[in-house]
């Protein structure tokens, strides 16, 4: 009863490292989202992808680039940290239709 | 744009207190609206939604009605418990294009004492 998983959970980088975040969906959903959120900001989207090989900007995409290769998975990647991009990044996945949106448990992102 | 506006946290309630999070929006035609809660720790989850004027949403207790002439979908819970201690936030989305991401309010702080 996986549903969205997310790895790694925690993660400390350094200025101008970079990294990747993968999130997992077994739920066959055809759309994937990737948010962040800060403190007194809610939750903002990243960038989001409506099927596999395709991915288009959300609110806030800079200092981001995604990849959906397989439809279970879509990855967030960060070239080069910088310490704004300091946050909690949630990956959601949905059906079509309704658009009820299930969330991972979250990678909890620091850059020093 | 669309947007979400819900009341500022944190609520702080003893148990048994009833409960009221006020949430609003705003959005060309007629989205569908959902409660979300994120207990300490954890991702989201959804609480509650309802897709039409009038409709009433319903989950664990928790109650909102979408009311459109008040562009208005305001959480309620008559009885709340030390474990209803969470994050909770208003969302919207456009029911005309399938895969839109959620727009979300900035969320509600609730502290429930025993």
């Known amino acids: 009863n996986a549903g969205v998983t997310q790895t790694p959970k925690f993660r400390v980088l350094k200025t101008g490292q970079s990294m990747t975040l993968l999130c997992a969906q077994d739920m066959n959903h055809e759309y994937m989202y990737w948010y962040r959120q800060d403190p007194g900001m809610g939750l903002r989207l990243i960038h989001y992808?409506?099927?596999?090989?395709?991915?288009a900007k959300g609110e806030v995409p800079d200092g981001y680039n995604v990849s959906r290769l397989k439809k279970q998975n879509f990855l967030l990647g960060l070239e080069s940290a910088a310490p704004s991009q300091t946050s909690v990044y949630f990956c959601?996945?949905?059906?079509?239709?309704?658009?009820?949106?299930?969330f991972g448990a979250g990678t909890r992102l620091s850059v020093l | 744009g669309d947007s979400v506006t819900q009341m500022e946290g944190p609520v702080t309630l003893s148990e048994e207190a009833f409960l009221t999070i006020n949430c609003t929006y705003t959005?060309?035609?007629?989205?569908?609206l959902f409660w979300y809660v994120q207990y300490p720790g954890e991702g989201l989850q959804l609480l509650l939604k309802?897709?039409?004027?009038?409709d009433k949403g319903s989950n664990k207790g928790f109650e909102a009605t979408y009311r459109k002439e008040t562009t208005s979908f305001h959480l309620e819970k008559g009885s709340v418990q030390v474990s209803d201690s969470a994050v909770y936030f208003c969302?919207?989305?456009?029911?005309?294009?399938?895969?839109?991401?959620?727009?979300f309010g900035k969320g509600t702080t609730l502290s429930v004492s025993s």
């Open positions: 959005a060309t035609g007629y989205p569908s």
């Open positions: 969302a919207l989305s456009d029911q005309k294009q399938a895969g839109t991401a959620l727009i």
């Open positions: 309802a897709t039409k004027a009038d």
């Open positions: 992808s409506v099927g596999e090989g395709t991915t």
């Open positions: 959601a996945s949905s059906s079509s239709g309704l658009n009820i949106q299930y």
